[in-house]
C-alpha cells in the first residue's frame, strides 16, 4: 500500500509538471516587490519559477510553426516592450513579441531563450517600435468583457482611451487552401480585424454609422455633432471614428 501510494504522488507530480500549470503571479511578484525587481531577466527574478511553458502534449515549447506560410505574430521580430501583470507589477525593457494565432506573449530572457507567458497572466504590455524612422508605441490591453469569439484573455490594442475606450482585435487563424490543379494542401495564417467601443463597462462592435455611434455616446451628443460638422466625420473609415473618440475622451 505504502509502495503504490508512493507511485502515484510520482505519477501525479510527473502529470503536473506537464501540464498547463496556472501559477499565482499575485503572491510570487509580492514577495519581490521588496527587492526592487523591476528588469525581466534580471538576476533577481527566476522567471522559471513563474511561468511553466509547455506544449499541449507536455513537451518542450517551440515558437516557429512548420508548414505553415506566413508567421502568427503582430510584429515577427521581438521588440523591446513594457509588461504589467495582472498583479499590477511592472517591468521594462522586456524584449517581447505577441503571438497573434495563441493570443500569447512570447519573452526572450538572456542567453536567447525564449518562453511563452500563460494566458491571464498580463494585463498590458506595450510594445515600442518604429516605422521609417519614426517611433511607434502599440499598447495592448486583456481582461475586457467576452464578446463574439474573444475572451478576457484576448489582446487588444488601444487606439483610444479614456471613458470611451477604441479598440482592435487582431487575431491569425491558420487556413488550408487545396490547388485545384495539383491536389496539393497548402496552410498559411490569415489575418482578421474587428473594433469595438468599451463603454460604460460593455463591449460593443463598432458600425460605421454616424446614429449607432451617437447613440453610445449620447451623453456629450450635443458637443459631438458640432465637432463632425466642423471636422466632417464620414464614419466610412476607423481613423475618422477614433479621431471622433479622441475629441469624446478630452471633453
Not at 65 to 84: A, M, V
Amino acid at each position: 500500500m505504502k509502495k503504490g501510494s508512493f507511485y502515484f504522488k510520482i505519477m501525479r507530480s510527473f502529470f503536473l509538471l506537464c501540464g498547463l500549470i496556472y501559477i499565482n503571479l499575485s503572491a510570487l511578484s509580492q514577495g519581490r516587490i521588496n527587492r526592487g525587481a523591476g528588469t525581466l531577466g534580471a538576476d533577481r527574478i527566476s522567471w522559471d519559477d513563474q511561468f511553466i511553458i509547455v506544449d499541449k502534449n507536455g513537451g518542450s515549447f517551440h515558437s516557429y510553426y512548420d508548414g505553415i506560410e506566413g508567421n502568427p505574430f503582430f510584429i515577427e521580430s521581438f521588440r523591446p516592450t513594457t509588461i504589467k501583470l495582472v498583479s499590477g507589477l511592472e517591468f521594462k525593457n522586456v524584449t517581447a513579441r505577441l503571438d497573434l494565432y495563441k493570443q500569447m506573449i512570447q519573452v526572450k530572457l538572456n542567453g536567447d531563450t525564449v518562453k511563452m507567458i500563460l494566458p491571464g497572466s498580463i494585463a498590458e504590455v506595450i510594445f515600442y517600435d518604429s516605422v521609417q524612422s519614426m517611433p511607434c508605441v502599440y499598447k495592448f490591453q486583456t481582461g475586457y468583457p467576452e464578446i463574439d469569439n474573444l475572451n478576457r484573455n484576448n489582446f487588444y490594442l488601444v487606439l483610444s482611451d479614456g471613458p470611451v475606450t477604441l479598440l482592435k482585435s487582431s487575431i491569425k487563424k491558420i487556413n488550408k487552401t487545396k490547388n485545384e490543379m495539383s491536389g496539393e494542401v497548402s496552410s498559411q495564417f490569415d489575418s482578421y480585424e474587428d473594433h469595438y467601443l468599451y463603454v460604460k463597462y460593455e463591449m460593443k462592435r463598432i458600425k460605421k454609422d454616424k446614429e449607432y455611434i451617437l447613440n453610445l455616446l449620447s451623453d456629450k451628443r450635443k458637443e459631438l455633432e458640432t465637432y463632425i460638422a466642423a471636422q466632417k466625420i464620414n464614419f466610412k473609415s476607423i481613423d475618422s471614428i477614433k479621431k471622433l473618440i479622441d475629441h469624446y475622451n478630452s471633453l
